[in-house]
């Protein structure tokens, strides 16, 4: 059994704007997760989060894309998840903003399954604070200017 991830969200914001938020380890904890995160391939990191049964909060990763401000891969696991996974953000401009495009792949096996129905509500949750944080980026460099 497999099952992949895919989310797309359209923000009215620049690409470089939204590179930010996923990069950034201020922007990224900010509406994520606290990290210690850089944009450098194979640099290793983690998210920190709540921990629950099962689960200490935190997710190892490892970069393995930076194509700013175009696509940034890393690798992902930690919980209940025994193998690794991989995230791909990919960033689209069209006119008016960029599409987001996330894919969380990896997932395969029963537990991976249900596992990943888990983790898609999470991402779901998680892309709907991203505008917010867009805002106050937009915000902060009208300020700076």
């Known amino acids: 059994m497999k099952r992949d991830l895919k989310f797309e969200r359209f923000y009215p914001h620049p690409p470089e704007r939204v590179w930010k938020a996923l990069t950034d380890p201020d922007a990224l904890a900010a509406w994520y997760m606290t990290n ?3 944009p450098e391939v194979g640099h290793k990191f983690t998210f920190h989060t709540d921990p629950g049964p099962g689960f200490d909060g935190t997710l190892n990763c490892e970069v393995i894309l930076v194509d700013a401000p175009h696509e940034l891969i890393y690798s992902f ?3 209940f998840m025994k193998r690794k996974t991989t995230v791909r953000w990919l960033l ?3 006119e008016g903003g960029t599409l987001l495009r ?3 792949t990896g997932f395969t096996g029963l537990t991976d399954a249900a596992v990943s129905f888990i983790i898609g ?3 779901g949750r998680f892309l709907a604070q ?9 915000q902060a460099e ?4």
Request: aromatic share 8%; charged share 20%; hydrophobic share 45%.
């Open 77 to 79: 696991i930690g919980g």
């Open 121 to 123: 509500s999470g991402w």
């Open 36 to 38: 210690d995160f850089k």
């Open 142 to 145: 009208i300020t700076e200017s």
């Open 92 to 94: 689209i401009a069209q």
């Open 130 to 138: 991203l505008p917010p944080l867009l805002d106050r980026l937009a």
């Open 102 to 104: 996330l894919e969380h």
